[in-house]
């Protein structure tokens, strides 16, 4: 029986191409490996054309950021009825939008942060909220564009000023958690483990932590206690499900932990397109449940449809 025809949709025009093009290098390895017919797309704005001429079974998206990761391309592979992994369109634009995906995960029951929505020029100099807190695009990812602003900091970020600031103007500004940095990967609404991140050397999870070499030690099982890692569990199901995610995302929380071992477990964003490089979290989830990587994208292959 001849396998799929599988078009890996990577690269792309935004910051975030080289972990595309990363990701979709080792899905298409795994997928020939696992038997079936790869094309690798370079994806440009003549994406529909191309995947017109291919005629591929399923695509894969192994975008990131704008465009792969908003609804966007899944609009299109929609329109030409290409079956596709990961989500919708709906839930990949409402979980790209941080400040949206926030209301609808605050209406389901879990925990986000306090945040707002202001303009850069509004706030340069004077504070939106009482600092410590962070500044972030609202529809970017892999952490481009995060300020965060600590206590003794007198004034916004000088950054803010810049003619050439190569973020949206409008921004959005949450509280800064202390804590711990946990995730947690949900697939085919079932989670995957609970990892806590420790970055090495860097204030916070940023692009180097997650993509560098050595940016980060990934501690699988998290060393939590039992209650609080069943709870990150249940929190990614449940977020997963208020967006309407389908196939594989992944969760990222922040634990304030106390002494007593409880402490606040909050909700920062829902990844509907959670990197697949060598360094990525979710390939390390699901090997940790007994599923290799070449399983995992074959399994995300046969779960691809339209209409998510």
């Given at each position: 029986?001849?396998?799929?025809?599988?078009?890996?949709?990577?690269?792309?025009?935004?910051?975030?191409?080289?972990?595309?093009?990363?990701?979709?290098?080792?899905?298409?390895?795994?997928?020939?490996?696992?038997?079936?017919?790869?094309?690798?797309?370079?994806?440009?704005?003549?994406?529909?054309?191309?995947?017109?001429?291919l005629q591929p079974d399923v695509a894969f998206n192994a975008l990131h950021g704008p465009f792969g990761e908003d609804g966007c391309v899944q609009g299109i592979l929609e329109f030409l009825n290409i079956p596709y992994t990961h989500s919708g369109v709906m839930a990949s634009s409402l979980a790209m939008n941080k400040v949206k995906a926030k209301a609808v995960m605050a209406a389901a029951g879990i925990?986000?942060?306090?945040?707002?929505?202001?303009?850069?020029?509004?706030?340069?100099?004077?504070h939106p909220?009482?600092?410590?807190?962070?500044?972030?695009?609202?529809?970017?990812?892999?952490?481009f564009g995060v300020?965060?602003?600590?206590?003794?900091?007198?004034?916004?970020?000088?950054?803010?000023?810049?003619?050439?600031?190569?973020?949206p103007?409008?921004?959005?500004c949450e509280k800064f958690i202390r804590g711990r940095e946990l995730t947690c990967a949900v697939k085919d609404d079932q989670a995957l483990g609970v990892i806590d991140i420790v970055t090495q050397g860097q204030e916070f999870y940023d692009f180097d932590a997650k993509y560098a070499e050595g940016g980060s030690k990934h501690i699988l099982p998290a060393k939590i206690s039992p209650l609080v890692y069943q709870t990150?569990?249940?929190l990614a199901v449940k977020a997963h499900q208020a967006l309407g995610c389908r196939g594989v995302s992944r969760a990222d929380f922040r634990f304030d932990e106390r002494e007593?071992?409880?402490?606040?477990?909050?909700?920062?964003?829902?990844?509907?397109?959670?990197?697949?490089t060598p360094t990525s979290l979710v390939p390390e989830m699901a090997a940790y449940k007994g599923m290799s990587f070449k399983d995992?994208?074959?399994?995300?292959?046969?779960?691809?449809?339209?209409?998510?």
């Open positions: 029986m001849t396998k799929k025809h599988v078009a890996v949709l990577m690269g792309g025009w935004v910051n975030e191409r080289p972990v595309s093009l990363s990701s979709g290098k080792e899905c298409a390895i795994a997928l020939e490996e696992a038997g079936y017919r790869v094309s690798r797309v370079d994806v440009d704005r003549n994406v529909s054309a191309v995947l017109t001429e925990p986000v942060t306090e945040h707002k929505v202001v303009n850069r020029h509004d706030i340069s100099r004077e909220m009482e600092p410590p807190y962070v500044l972030k695009p609202i529809n970017e990812g892999s952490s300020l965060i602003v600590k206590e003794d900091q007198e004034f916004p970020p000088q950054e803010l000023h810049r003619e050439d600031w190569p973020y103007d409008v921004l959005m990150a569990e249940t007593d071992g409880s402490g606040d477990l909050i909700c920062l964003e829902v990844n509907t397109q959670p990197g697949m995992l994208v074959s399994w995300m292959v046969e779960d691809a449809s339209c209409c998510r």
